[in-house]
């Protein structure tokens, strides 16, 4: 096991950014850590990688709290969203500093990627792009090779062309390097295929801890007429519901058997997948039950 | 992103159901040696453990087997088992969905036979 994390709270003054959440890392996995903005996965990332100190609850990596244990950091790699270096630095100085730090860093493999990002080697950090930034910290995610990789929304101006790159070469060298990561990102349709654990999180709580295919059956829809639809969802717990005249549209969070199909086709339903995004966007909307009665 | 792969259906369901379609398709004979799970993971851009899991249950049906240590190898009779299931899967899936349909449109059995002559007629034209 990788990290374990028990009931664990934290608290701005008032504010609750998480709240007693539990949940396990394991060895080379690929998680994804989604929710909204404001959610509470960047605080979490905190006190995962031992930048904050928990209000409550305890915090394992690689077996012991994570506070001020060298051994255990330097196993750590976090590229954060808006990640400082100095300006004044050479990119070249950046990855000479990482490969002080992380024990297995690669350098050749950093050098092939600062390539395949066409990053200009001796160009200072405060001459660069956005977009150049960004990758400069996948360059230090991947090329670390840490047994725990933690990129929080390592995107940031990064052009499509350039994120396909970042999935390609994440996935190549995970094959080769299995190891733990955790993506956390707002491209849900994008990521979904790389993970292999999902975590969604929402005002502070831990909503959905499960495996990605489980994840990806959770849930579908069902539409047609509303009285046909109104019979099928009856005992059926339903995430969102939409009214379009007669016409109505329902999701209905439960894994579709044979049984459901066959009552589907039977009321003449016509039956969608839906997919993770959609999941993720009726877990986390306003309110999942706003079909209702309309005017 | 591989638009081969889609949100109906688990993706390891879909890497294989990819495989099954290669060996209908004589692409991989019985006895050769399909891709890898990082080339699978590469090529369809997923994760290697859903790969692995499409490959595993391929294996668990008896229609891959494993030789240590090199790979995963198309079982002999792979092809008859799976034109089987496959068989079954379209009576099921779109037999009986068009007997239901053609219930709804009364469409008697006699009717639904010249329609389904008249469709092989027009696919071959």
């Not at chain 1, 390592?154 to 062309?161: E, F, I, K, V």
């Not at chain 2, 992103?1 to 004979?29: H, S």
């Not at chain 2, 891959?64 to 995963?72: E, P, S, T, V």
């Amino acid at each position: 096991m990788i990290a374990k994390v028990s009931r664990l709270s934290k608290t701005f003054g008032s504010v609750s950014a998480l709240d007693q959440v539990s949940f396990t890392l394991e060895e080379n996995k690929i998680y994804g850590l989604l929710g909204r903005n404001g959610a509470g996965k960047t605080t979490l990332m905190h006190l995962l990688t031992a930048q904050l100190f928990p209000t409550s609850g305890t915090i394992e990596v690689f077996g012991e709290s994570p506070y001020e244990k060298r051994r255990v950091l330097e196993q750590i790699c976090f590229v954060k969203e808006s990640q400082t270096y100095v300006r004044n630095a050479r990119i070249s100085d950046v990855m000479d500093f990482a490969s002080l730090v992380f024990p297995r860093w690669d350098q050749r493999f950093a050098r092939e990627l600062l390539h395949a990002f066409r990053l200009p080697t001796e160009r200072r950090i405060k001459q660069l792009s956005r977009g150049m930034l960004s990758a400069v910290g996948i360059v230090l995610g991947l090329a670390s090779r840490a047994p725990l990789t933690i990129f929080d929304e390592p995107y940031l101006g990064l052009d499509a062309a350039s994120r396909t790159l970042f999935y390609d070469l994440l996935l190549a060298d995970y094959s080769e390097h299995p190891r733990t990561i955790v993506l956390s990102t707002h491209l849900i349709d994008e990521v979904n295929r790389l993970l292999e654990h999902i975590f969604i999180i929402d005002q502070g709580r831990l909503i959905l801890d499960d495996d990605a295919d489980n994840v990806r059956g959770m849930a579908y829809s069902v539409s047609g007429q509303d009285q046909n639809v109104s019979s099928f969802v009856s005992g059926r717990r339903v995430l969102r519901d939409e009214r379009l005249g007669s016409l109505r549209t329902a999701v209905v969070m439960q894994p579709l058997d044979a049984g459901s199909m066959k009552q589907a086709a039977e009321l003449g339903l016509e039956i969608q997948p839906v997919s993770l995004q959609q999941l993720f966007v009726c877990l986390t909307g306003t309110n999942s039950t706003e079909g209702g009665d309309r005017p | 992103m591989n638009p081969l792969i889609d949100d109906a259906k688990p993706i390891f369901v879909q890497i294989a159901e990819r495989i099954e379609d290669d060996i209908l398709t004589g692409r991989l004979p019985e006895d050769s040696q399909i891709p890898s799970t990082n080339q699978f993971a590469a090529f369809y851009q997923i994760n290697p453990a859903t790969a692995a899991k499409g490959v595993n249950l391929l294996v668990d049906e008896g229609i891959l087997y494993k030789r240590r240590g090199i790979g995963m190898f198309v079982s002999p009779g792979a092809r008859e088992q799976i034109l089987l299931k496959r068989k079954n899967q379209f009576y099921e899936q779109y037999v009986l969905a068009m007997m239901r349909e053609a219930e709804k449109l009364g469409i008697g059995a006699e009717e639904l036979v010249q329609m389904i002559l008249k469709g092989k007629d027009d696919l071959r034209a």
